[in-house]
């Protein structure tokens, strides 16, 4: 499994990370709050198991527990932890990962446990399926940016020169006498990769105000709601659409041509584009590199916000859009809800009347909504319309 493997890297050491051959094991942990629901923590395990899959990795078991907060020091209990232990002798696993982001030290109090285990936190795992999936310029810039400034004050374990080498999600790298020496590379690949970074932005920028007299429409969403296939299916474009969390992250803009519906003979000239889908807990460092991506989203005329239908944390999942839109300064655009993958609700809900459904939410939200499936091309002159009556 490739891990991390980015330009800075050569920078450090020719070899500091490598392919492994074989499908790594690992154990997922997670702490359950008691101001949680109780369905929470095995929601939130459910997405990071689909995330270790996604890194090519296999969960063999999971370990919780319940508590007021994480343990300052080794993030669960010292009981839990010898749980841990014994649950990767058995299953000797290659690497654990916690599904919240761990401190500096909490990862180091960790690793004395374990001598040949990785010690991984969910940020660090999306930094890794991001890593892989980067395909532009600009996408390897922004993640390796935000690998850089993750790693810098976590240099242990997977910098130590040792004799044993490592690989897959696991480091290998240099010695603890080096570490100072490997805190300024990073600290100049960061300032180094700013810049690039800027002068990519300001590439972008200009671009984009090259395409003002044509409207813009951006595709949010959740990660792996369908935005992928719906770009393919407006634009007749080759965008990769996998069903895979973060199958897509550069941010792709395609021409599309829309039949004015009050004007037989006439076309409406469109730009869509698709963007890095959302998740829970997603690196505040990954949101700080990827605003630059994120610009298709702030500057466009309107967003259709995706929806997978289908998953029964579809309301949770609009919550978390919705906030981050918020957050980037994009929650007052016209929006159309696009509720995806209708076909696959109906055969989750075989009784529940799908017209029922719709008048629920359609008194419900105050934005316009339309009801699809991209796969099967259900109702999709219903949502060009929705996009050309927004517009």
């Known amino acids: 499994m490739l891990f991390l493997q980015t330009e800075f890297n050569a920078t450090l050491k020719p070899d500091f990370y490598y392919t492994s051959k074989k499908q790594e094991i690992a154990i997922l942990v997670g702490v359950h709050k008691k101001s949680d629901p109780e369905n929470k923590l095995t929601e939130y395990l459910d997405e990071l198991e689909a995330l270790t899959a996604t890194a090519g990795a296999r969960t063999a078991a999971r370990l ?74 600009q996408a390897k810039t922004q993640v390796e940016l935000a690998l850089n ?3 810098l004050p976590r240099l242990t374990k997977m910098w130590t020169h040792l004799s044993k080498q490592k690989g897959g999600i696991g480091m290998k790298g240099p010695g603890e006498t ?43 969403g959740y990660t792996n709601v ?4 719906i770009m393919n299916l407006l634009s007749r474009a080759d965008v990769l659409a996998e069903n895979k969390l973060f199958a897509t ?14 004007n037989e003979g006439q076309f409406i000239p469109i730009l869509l584009s698709d963007t890095v889908g959302f998740i829970r807990k997603l690196p505040t460092l990954l949101i700080e ?17 995706v929806v997978d239908i289908s998953n029964p944390e579809f309301e949770n999942q609009m919550t978390l859009v919705k906030q981050t839109l918020f957050d980037i300064g994009a929650k007052e655009k016209p929006t159309l809800l696009v509720f995806n993958k209708i076909d696959e609700y109906i055969k ?11 008048k629920s939410w359609l008194s419900k939200e105050h934005a316009p909504i339309v009801f699809i499936s991209a796969t099967e091309k259900t109702n999709i002159n219903a949502l060009k319309m929705g996009i050309l009556n927004l517009l």
């Open 64 to 137: 919780t527990q319940n508590l007021d907060y994480p343990n300052p020091r080794t993030f669960i209990g010292e009981g839990k932890l010898q749980e841990l232990m014994n649950l990767v002798g058995f299953h000797k696993a290659d690497v654990v990962i916690f599904d919240d982001e761990l401190s500096p030290s909490q990862i180091r109090n960790i690793e004395k446990n374990f001598k040949e285990v990785k010690i991984i936190d969910r940020s660090l795992l999306i930094l890794d399926i991001f890593s892989k999936n980067a395909k532009t310029a």
């Open 149 to 151: 400034q993750y790693l």
């Open 178 to 220: 080096e570490i100072e020496t490997d805190r300024r590379v990073i600290r100049s690949n960061i300032s180094d990769l700013k810049e690039k970074l800027a002068l990519i932005d300001k590439q972008n920028k200009v671009q984009r105000q090259s395409r003002t007299d044509k409207k813009r429409v951006a595709l949010v």
């Open 226 to 229: 369908g935005k992928s296939t």
């Open 249 to 262: 992250l550069d941010s792709t803009v395609r021409k599309v041509v829309f039949e004015d519906p009050h």
């Open 289 to 305: 590199s990827f605003k630059s991506t994120l610009a298709e989203v702030v500057e466009a005329d309107v967003l259709l916000h």
């Open 348 to 358: 989750q809900n075989p009784d529940t009347s799908l017209t029922e459904f719709e």
